[in-house]
Structures are given as structure tokens and as C-alpha cells.
């Protein structure tokens, strides 16, 4: 063998480790900046979310897919405990806030981990700060940590709510060891805000802040100091043109409770909506109004939603909602016009797009109501959001009255699930829906039947009970609905 050739060799199997060094290379992953998807090669798009340039490469060092010299330590033996055994209740602290200990359940448990999520300028930074100044009139010890604002801004604010006599302590770092390590000097605070996760940055993750790593890790260090020392940390989290809170969507498994601060920006009114809550309901709402001292809570906010009703316009229904544990009372406006065009437009504003479409289509098929030469557009009023399919009945009597021009009785609510088949099917707590429709003046409602009846309903409280979609259409249309079904008929 020659010269060459050994050579060739050599440097094609190198004997050395530090040769083999050389030519090994470091495993890379990419992965995707909104929804976390792992790629073993780069894309222009992401397969899972539809992103485009969204896949950013990051280093495998450890965890799965290292190397395989990579050192695992072994762990140490845990402590198993019999499912049967004394319930501790969760220690809770009272923020001050009513419509905000409602939403949390009873105010907020010590050692948990809250993501509050909303789009920009809705009032997060508002919210936390007199919530922060309530907690510290109450002789508990807050710490503020913002990345976004210097601490003259935040003095700004805490000036024109009012909170500027608190001792509230503040910091504008985005480093999480720096964070924690002045936390470990002083005692604990009794609660941690962090404003926001987006800017947090660790050093353990070889990432930019804000990429899905960094996001990951530093929730994950936030968390095990609010595990470790009984603090409760609130984390604000930016939200995509989706609504959904950006960054992996593993951080909202990860923490206990996740809140979503929503609002119109033409409205003057917020709300504040549970999506998880490992120590408290689901599904239960806050509502503010936002003033120019801050934000003011609304005990009743069905008024809020009503107080500027167009009682005698057709088109106009009041839906008797339920949101968590409270009644909420909204009005659902449609128009019904002759459309110019080929296809009709159909707009949407605070309900399902799909939902609308399925009821157009048992009005069309079950209740011979021709809706598909008209424009239809729907608006829940106050730019509140319907979510439960409650609110089918209540768009289905708003749709007729706009059609006919007969104006729905003043005093009446409208509530119950329309099904592919015309049926009207009843709905939970129906009770609760009509006391707080009574409560608020009205003398009526529309309502699926049900096997509980009229019990336990206010005195003087008339109720109206159908099964099929159709009564109602014949209720509100009157002889515009026997001429469609005699023309259906012929």
C-alpha cells in the first residue's frame, strides 16, 4: 500500500479522539417559534401550524436525542402516599379584587403559577398593578419584575390608579438567573409578577428570548421557585393575531391556571375569562370597565350589556347566557336584507361563523324560512362572545324577527340548543337563566321543554316551552310563516 494511500486512510478513519472529534458533527434540531413542532431538517413553512419562517435551529446537548455520552445522574428514591388520606384545603390569599378572586375561585393559592394572556393595551399591565398595590395594602410583600417598561413608566401608571403610595417593589431585568438570585437574598415575596415571559431569557438555553426554548426554560425556572417557596407568581404572556398565547403551547400545561384578559378596543368594558384553573371552576368571567382611573369592577354586568337596547326594533333578542356559575344576559342583533350579489354575505361578530350557518340551514329545511337570497349579519352586542350553543335559539329569533320586521317582546329572554333535526334541546340550569332575567325586569321566556317545569321559577314569571324550532318560526312570523309553508307545500 502506498504512501497516498495511507494517508487517505488516516484521514478517512482517523485513530486519535481527538480526530474523531473533528469529524463529528453536533446534532441540530429546528423547531417552530409559534407552535413548538421539533423538525430534524429545515422547512420554509412548518407542516403543523402553516407558519412560514418560523423554523429556527437549535443545538441538542442533552434531554432526548443527545449524545450518547452524554452523563445521566441517577435519581434518588420518592415517597409514595395512599390515595385515602386527610384533604388539606389550598391556602388562599384575597387580591382585594372581587370580579378577580371570583375568576381564580376565592383569590389566588400560594405556590401556584398563573399565565395571564391578552392583546396589547387591554389592560394586563392595569390589572396586575392595582392588584399588586391591593396585595400590598393588605401587608403582603409583592415584587414587580418587568422587561418591557422602565420603572419611571411603571411609577406612571401606579400614579394615575392611585398605587403609588404602596410598597410594592419593582425591577426591569429579563435575565431569570438575575431574577432569582436577588429573590434568594431577601425573604419571599407573597406574590411574583412577571411581565412578560416573551422577554425572559436564561442562560441555560442557547436560543434568542422569545423563541420557544427560552420561553420554555424560564417558565420552568419561574415555576420551581413558586413550588420551592410558596410565592405566587404571575406570568403575562403576548398573544398571537389568533388569540392564543404565544409560544409553545406547553407552557399552559405547565402552569395552574391560565386567564385570558379579552375586550373590544371600541368598547369600554373587559373581561377576564378562566380557561384553566387547577384550584377553582372553569369557565368563569370577570368583568371590568375601564375608566380613566383604571379598571372599575361590574357586579351586574348583564345591565352593562343592555343598558343601550333598541327595545322596539325587529331583529333584537335578549339571550339568557351562562358563563361558568354566573347569568349573563346579552342581546343578539340581526339584519336580513335582499342581497344584490350571487353569493350573500354572512358576517359574524361575537358568535361561530359554523354555528350561524347550521342554523340558517334548519330554518331553511325544517321551517321553510328562505334565507339564502339575503344578506345576513349578526352581532352580539357590547362585543361580548357567545361560546355555548345556548345562544342557538336566541339567533334563531332574532334571524325571523329582522326577515318578518316583527319586533320580539320587550320583556321576553330566549335560550335553548337547535339541532340538525329542528328539535329544541334543553340546556343546564335554566332555573338560574330565567331568577336572573326576572331579577332584571323581564316577565318572560322562551325556553326547550324540560323535564323540571316551571318549578322553582320566580311568581309571575311566564314561560314558554316549545320542542321544535318550527313553533317558534310560527310564533314570531305569524302569517309571513303560513304563506312559506303553503308556497312549500304547492
Known amino acids: 500500500m502506498s504512501i497516498n494511500q495511507n494517508t487517505l486512510l488516516v484521514r478517512a478513519f482517523p485513530a486519535n479522539e481527538q480526530g474523531a472529534k473533528l469529524v463529528a458533527k453536533a446534532r441540530s434540531q429546528f ?18 401550524c ?92 409583592v415584587v ?21 403610595d404602596t ?24 406574590l411574583l409578577i412577571i411581565d412578560s415571559i416573551q422577554t425572559l431569557w436564561t ?36 398573544v398571537t393575531k389568533d388569540g392564543q398565547i404565544a409560544g409553545p403551547r406547553v407552557v399552559e400545561h405547565m402552569v395552574d391556571a391560565v386567564l385570558y384578559f379579552e375586550g373590544e378596543r371600541g368598547h369600554h368594558f373587559r373581561i377576564l375569562r378562566t380557561v384553566k384553573n387547577r384550584f377553582g371552576p372553569t369557565d368563569e368571567i370577570g368583568v371590568f370597565e375601564m375608566t380613566g382611573s383604571g379598571l ?28 361558568g356559575t354566573r347569568p349573563v344576559l346579552v342581546e343578539i342583533q340581526a339584519l336580513v336584507a335582499p342581497s344584490p350579489l350571487g353569493t350573500p354575505r354572512r358576517a359574524v361578530v361575537g358568535w361561530d361563523t359554523a354555528r350561524l350557518s347550521m342554523v340558517l340551514a334548519v330554518l331553511e329545511a325544517h321551517c321553510g324560512i328562505r334565507l339564502g337570497s339575503h344578506d345576513v349579519y349578526l352581532n352580539v352586542a357590547g362585543g361580548y362572545r357567545i361560546s355555548e350553543p345556548a345562544g342557538d335559539m336566541a339567533v334563531a329569533a332574532a334571524l325571523i324577527s329582522s326577515l318578518c320586521g316583527n319586533a320580539l ?14 328539535a329544541v334541546r334543553a340546556v343546564t340550569q335554566a332555573e338560574l337563566r330565567a331568577k336572573e ?54
Open 409 to 422: 317582546p320587550q320583556r321576553s329572554v330566549y335560550f335553548g340548543e337547535v339541532s340538525l333535526s329542528g
Open 31 to 48: 423547531i417552530c417559534q409559534n407552535c413548538g413542532t421539533v423538525f430534524n431538517r429545515w422547512n420554509g413553512k412548518c407542516d403543523s
Open 296 to 323: 372599575q369592577e361590574i357586579s351586574n354586568p348583564s345591565e352593562l350589556f343592555l343598558n343601550e337596547r333598541a327595545v322596539s326594533a325587529p331583529g333584537a333578542a335578549v339571550f339568557a347566557g351562562l358563563e
Open 203 to 238: 442562560a441555560g438555553a442557547e436560543s434568542a428570548p422569545g423563541s420557544v426554548t427560552q420561553v420554555r426554560a424560564s417558565v420552568q425556572a419561574m415555576i420551581r421557585y413558586a413550588k420551592n417557596t410558596g410565592t405566587t407568581v404571575i406570568l403575562v404572556g403576548h
Open 167 to 190: 410598597n410594592v417593589l419593582l425591577a426591569t431585568e429579563t435575565s431569570v438567573e438575575n431574577v432569582l438570585t436577588t429573590l434568594e437574598l431577601r425573604k419571599p415575596p407573597a
Open 437 to 490: 332575567a326576572a331579577k332584571l325586569g323581564f316577565t318572560s321566556a322562551v325556553k326547550p321543554k324540560s323535564l323540571s317545569g316551571k318549578k322553582q321559577l320566580p311568581a309571575g314569571f311566564e314561560v314558554t316551552e316549545i320542542e321544535e324550532l318550527a313553533e317558534l318560526a310560527a310564533k314570531i312570523a305569524g302569517s309571513h310563516y303560513q304563506l312559506s309553508q303553503q308556497s312549500k307545500e304547492n
Open 50 to 141: 402553516g407558519e412560514w419562517n418560523s423554523l429556527v435551529e437549535e443545538n441538542t446537548a442533552s434531554g432526548i436525542g443527545a449524545s450518547p455520552k452524554t452523563k445521566v445522574q441517577k435519581g434518588h428514591a420518592i415517597s409514595l402516599v395512599p390515595l385515602s388520606g386527610e384533604i388539606e384545603e389550598a391556602p388562599r390569599i384575597s387580591t382585594g379584587i372581587g370580579e378577580l378572586d371570583r375568576v381564580t375561585g376565592g383569590g389566588f393559592v400560594r405556590g401556584a403559577a398563573i399565565l395571564i394572556g391578552g392583546d396589547p393595551g387591554i389592560g394586563k399591565s392595569t390589572l396586575l398593578t392595582q392588584a399588586s398595590a391591593s396585595f400590598s395594602r393588605a401587608g403582603h410583600d
Open 144 to 164: 414587580y419584575v418587568s422587561g418591557e417598561e422602565a420603572i419611571g413608566q411603571i411609577r406612571l401608571r401606579a400614579k394615575r390608579l392611585d398605587a403609588a
